[in-house]
């Protein structure tokens, strides 16, 4: 990780971060820790809902420099919203909203690309899980030009779980992939949708691909045989934004 400014590390730094109003994104701790100080921390994580990552040595290392006492706690500039009170609020304010689901993405700069698109197509929320994506960092920040601070960005224990409640409240569910025959621009876009993209080297994961209403592919007419993420992400939410306003 080379922005170490968004990392408190040691274990009663992180304690104290776990007990201010600090937001935590991500919390590592060293598996197999013989520590009991580290029990107090789980102890306080579980109550504020904090997701916890049990990782070798070599990790935190790579976190950060200083003497981690098995401990690195990575903080977010942003609060994150709760999906239910989230999506009712806006599907009672608009008609056609407009959600994206990230599943697994893991580049920082390809997650503020999207955000940035995003709330430039009028994306009214995007959900991302707890375990396995990219954090928020400064260069997230920075990729998004400061449309992080403009969108929601809800944070999920399960993205199939998301997925399903967001069918039963009648949201259209399409996956970005290049595993069917039919591309975006044969599907009727004008109604409220999720698109559901996927991470850098596997997409979206096979296990979401099953439940999802309508799988979307984009035309490749060269060599190449995929875009990068946060490209395909942004010609389909445009797709998205010509059919509403055609």
């Avoid at 290392?61 to 999506?87: D, W």
């Avoid at 979307?216 to 995929?226: C, H, R, V, Y």
Wanted: proline share 3%; with cysteine.
């Amino acid at each position: 990780m080379k922005n170490r400014e968004n990392t408190i590390f040691g274990i009663h730094p992180v304690i104290e971060a776990l007990n201010s109003e600090l937001v935590i994104d991500k919390l590592f701790l060293q598996k197999e820790s013989n520590n009991s100080k580290i029990q107090e921390i789980v102890t306080i994580s579980e109550k504020s809902d904090v997701t916890i990552n049990y990782v070798p040595v070599e990790k935190l290392n790579r976190l950060t420099k200083g003497n981690h006492q098995g401990v690195v706690a990575v903080t977010s500039p942003i609060s994150f919203y709760s999906l239910e009170s989230l999506v009712e609020n806006i599907i009672q304010k608009k008609e056609k909203p407009l959600f994206l689901i990230l599943d697994q993405l893991s580049d920082v700069r390809n997650f503020g690309a999207i955000i940035r698109t995003a709330e430039c197509t009028g994306v009214d929320a995007i959900i991302i899980q707890k375990k396995g994506g990219a954090p928020v960092t400064g260069d997230t920040i920075k990729t998004s030009a400061g449309a992080i601070f403009k969108i929601p960005i809800c944070k999920v224990d399960h993205i199939k779980d998301a997925i399903f409640y967001l069918k039963a409240s009648n949201i259209t569910t399409i996956a970005g992939t290049e595993k069917t025959n039919e591309t975006i621009y044969d599907l009727n876009l004008n109604g409220p949708l999720a698109i559901i993209m996927g991470s850098e080297g596997k997409g979206v994961s096979k296990s979401v691909l099953n439940i999802v209403d309508q799988k979307a592919a984009l035309p490749l007419l060269g060599d190449i045989n995929s875009l990068n993420v946060s490209v395909a992400c942004g010609a389909l939410l445009y797709e998205v934004l010509r059919q509403r306003n055609l």
